[in-house]
């Protein structure tokens, strides 16, 4: 089976999607404008696309004719939807991420392009009924759209006992770790606001900023202003292999998104580790986080009630180890990188 994706290529999402794919001996093509951070895999072939549009557009073309594929696979209702819509006449499938369906489907301008898009689409998959019930109000039918998680890969992504990598000594003091990036849907600054309340109770907290983003001189310059130095702190990169060493590294993990599909994944691999959660009331994180059960759900951008929750699961390390061993079971049930991939299989074949 040859398939071609068009995806961005600075996001583990996709990688773990083309990877897996090349893995059990596909041949994949892989196009996309960004350049390629990850490692080589056997059977995937990138391509960098040239910008703009235009260029982006006639690469595509070119590629895809050289190289025919069964079946193109865009991930994301924006560029690459686009550009999988008019890139030729394979069987066009479409993978929703969010953002692109909650925010673009009610943007005036975006909505039109964003329904081109899906009814150009052979069939669309995204992680979360939320997101389907709007792309039906976009006027798809139902039977077109598909429920496929991003899945967790439970081989990479566990509790580990020892804690004998580097990574895994930033601190032995209470470590908080966000691991979103930052741009303003992911209202990092809020967990800037709950560390100012939590340190003036527990002074040694420390809180591990992960991710990469245009808002980070902003949120630099907010820890100064609010003298949070010295407990708030930024991780720079962090390689993929070792996102597993930083989730067991930390006490709990912080999601502050002010819109989620279905439950994100760097929340799903945190849960994977054993680490319990707190995040937004958004999406369908209720589907995935009870309070009291294996974490905390706080209304978005309610700094004040997340720095509560915070508070609560440092004075509770009975409460933090079972939800740690309820979240390792909940992903193991029910998110599944293999299971999720394995549902995605069959769908290319039938097509």
């Not at 040694?204 to 100064?224: M, R």
């Not at 993929?240 to 599909?261: F, G, K, Q, W």
């Not at 009331?281 to 905390?296: A, M, Y």
């Not at 009630?305 to 509770?316: D, V, Y």
Request: include cysteine; charge should be positive; hydrophobic fraction near 40%.
């Amino acid at each position: 089976m040859k398939i071609c994706f068009l995806s961005t290529s600075n996001s583990i999402h996709s990688y773990k999607w083309v990877s897996y794919f090349a893995n059990i001996g596909w041949e994949v093509i892989w196009l996309s404008t960004s350049e390629n951070k990850f490692q080589s895999v056997k059977g995937l072939t990138f391509y960098k696309l040239r910008t703009p549009f235009v260029l982006t557009l006639l690469d595509a073309r070119r590629i895809i004719k050289a190289t025919d594929p069964l079946i193109i696979h865009a991930h994301y209702v924006g560029k690459y939807g686009l550009l999988g819509s008019l890139s030729g006449l394979k069987p066009l499938i479409i993978t929703a991420w969010g953002s692109d369906i909650i925010f673009g489907g009610k943007h005036f301008f975006k909505r039109p392009l964003i329904k081109y898009i899906l009814h150009k689409s052979k069939l669309i998959t995204c992680d979360a009924n939320h997101m389907k019930n709007a792309m039906i109000k976009l006027g798809v039918n139902a039977e077109k759209i598909k429920i496929i998680l991003f899945g967790v890969d439970t081989k990479k992504f566990f509790p580990k006992k020892n804690k004998s990598n580097e990574l895994q000594k930033l601190t032995n003091n209470f470590l908080v770790l966000s691991v979103r990036n930052f741009e303003p849907v992911y209202n990092v600054k809020s967990l800037i606001f709950a560390a100012n309340l939590v340190l003036s109770k527990y002074p040694d907290t420390e809180f591990l900023l992960a991710g990469n983003g245009s808002l980070k001189p902003q949120l630099q310059a907010l820890i100064k202003k609010l003298k949070l130095q010295k407990n708030v702190r930024f991780s720079g990169h962090i390689s993929a292999e070792n996102m597993p060493e930083l989730y067991n590294s930390a006490d709990i993990c912080v999601s502050t998104s002010l819109s989620d599909a279905g439950i994100a994944g760097s929340t799903a691999e945190a849960m994977a580790c054993g680490i319990p959660v707190i995040a937004t009331e958004t999406g369908e994180n209720n589907l995935w986080i009870k309070n009291d059960i294996n974490g905390f759900l706080v209304p978005p951008d309610n700094f004040e009630k997340l720095a509560e929750r915070i508070i609560t699961l440092i004075e509770s390390p009975a409460n933090r180890k079972q939800f740690g061993i309820n979240n390792v079971a909940k992903i193991h049930n029910n998110n599944s990188y293999q299971t999720e991939m394995t549902k995605m299989r069959v769908i290319y074949e039938k097509i």
